[in-house]
Structures are given as structure tokens and as C-alpha cells.
């Protein structure tokens, strides 16, 4: 399984773009970038997944690129609701295992 | 629809005793996952079952700590012999696909305290 490294806790503003970077140095040839939210009192949400180049969804781009060896989750815009622990996971699919590491801690203040 | 259930919410209990958690996956989902989550940290992954095929265990933490799964339903978590470094919000979710490529669907969590 490739160890990941994030940050612990990220500070922004409404209204600001947010990125969060992932280190994964030793990601496997067949292994996925994806990223979770968690709200407090909640059980982890998915954001969104990809391989490498860019993702893009409703809620936030995925930027990964060419040697892979970290990925960027990406929020515009962000508001307060955007307050909660990120975490981004590496590994492929007959991994028996999950890890989702400790996140990283996204405050947002007005 | 309807999407994961956990059972019960809350639950203390006394140090020693055997819990029983329960989680009532997504319809169809093939795949269901455990994961414990102490007061202020990350998820600690447990174990995950496939269909039919026999999990690995190996991340469960102690031999206090089973799990089993009927066919694709429900699964149920048992502690024996609780202590208190098992109190933890533990989190059940399901999926479609199978392993970390799949989107997990998380249910509230039951929240054991263990006095």
C-alpha cells in the first residue's frame, strides 16, 4: 500500500480557491488517488477519484501529475460549509486493505 | 433510497462485557467495509468483505474482535471482553465495486463507550 503524507491543517477564507496536496512517493503502477471528506459527527464522503492529468467534478478538481508521486484536491470557492477533514487514500483494486491516513483539518472563516 | 444503517447510534457498556454492532448495508451493495475512529483522529481500516470470499482479518486488532457477514447483507462487529481503548465511533460502509477504487458509502457510525 502506498503511504500518503497531507498536511494537518489547512486555514482559508470564503471565496478562496483551497488546495490540498498529497504526497504518495512510492504509488504503484495500478494504484487510484482518492479523496474523502468527513464532516464532524459523519461518516466520510466522496469527493472524487482519479489516475493522473486532471479530474474534474461538480465539487472539485483533482490534479495529478506526470510521475504521480502527489496529487492536489482542488476547492473553489470555498464557504464555511467547506469546514471538515480531508483525506486522500492511494491503492488499487485487490488491495485487502484501506488507509485512510489522518487527513487533513480544512477551517474556513468568513 | 435508503443508504447504510448502523445499530445502535450509542452504546455504553461496562469494561469486560461483549458488544454486537450491526450494520444494514446499501441494497445491492456487494462490498462492506469497518473502520474505527477514536476521538479526534483518522479512520483506522478493520476489515472488508466481498461477496462471497473470506476476508482478511489481519487488520482487526486484537482476536477480541470478529466480524461476520450473511451473503451480501447484514454484517455484525463483535467485541468480547471490552476495554476501555475500544471506545471509538465505529463506521460501517458499503459499496458497489470492490477495495479502494470503489466509492464507500458511510453510515452515522455507533458510538461505544466502554466505562
Known amino acids: 500500500l502506498a503511504k500518503t503524507t497531507q498536511p494537518i491543517s489547512m486555514d482559508s477564507y470564503e471565496g478562496q480557491e483551497v488546495n490540498i496536496t498529497c504526497s504518495h512517493n512510492?504509488?504503484?503502477?495500478?494504484?487510484?488517488i482518492t479523496w474523502y471528506q468527513q464532516f464532524p459527527s459523519q461518516g466520510p464522503r466522496f469527493i472524487i477519484q482519479?489516475?493522473?492529468t486532471k479530474v474534474t467534478n461538480e465539487v472539485a478538481s483533482l490534479f495529478i501529475p506526470a510521475d504521480r508521486k502527489s496529487s492536489t484536491l482542488s476547492l473553489p470557492r470555498v464557504s464555511l460549509s467547506d469546514t471538515a477533514v480531508y483525506y486522500c487514500l492511494v491503492g488499487e483494486i485487490s488491495a485487502s486493505k484501506i488507509i485512510f491516513g489522518s487527513g487533513t483539518r480544512l477551517s474556513i472563516r468568513p | 433510497g435508503a443508504g447504510v444503517s448502523q445499530s445502535p447510534s450509542n452504546k455504553v457498556t461496562e469494561k469486560g462485557k461483549d458488544v454486537e454492532l450491526r450494520c444494514d448495508p446499501i441494497?445491492?451493495?456487494?462490498?462492506l467495509y469497518w473502520y474505527r475512529q477514536r476521538l479526534g483522529q483518522g479512520l483506522e481500516f478493520l476489515i472488508y468483505f466481498q461477496g462471497n470470499s473470506a476476508p482478511d482479518k489481519s487488520g482487526l486488532p486484537s482476536d477480541r474482535f470478529s466480524a461476520e457477514r450473511t451473503g451480501e447483507s447484514v454484517s455484525t462487529l463483535t467485541i468480547q471482553r471490552t476495554q476501555q481503548e475500544d471506545s471509538a465511533v465505529y463506521l460501517c460502509?458499503?459499496?458497489?465495486?470492490?477495495?479502494?477504487?470503489?466509492?464507500?458509502?458511510f453510515g452515522p457510525g455507533t458510538r461505544l463507550t466502554v466505562t
Open positions: 441494497s445491492g451493495h456487494t462490498a
Open positions: 482519479g489516475y493522473k
Open positions: 512510492n504509488i504503484a503502477t495500478n494504484d487510484y
Open positions: 460502509a458499503s459499496s458497489l465495486g470492490r477495495g479502494v477504487l470503489a466509492e464507500q458509502y
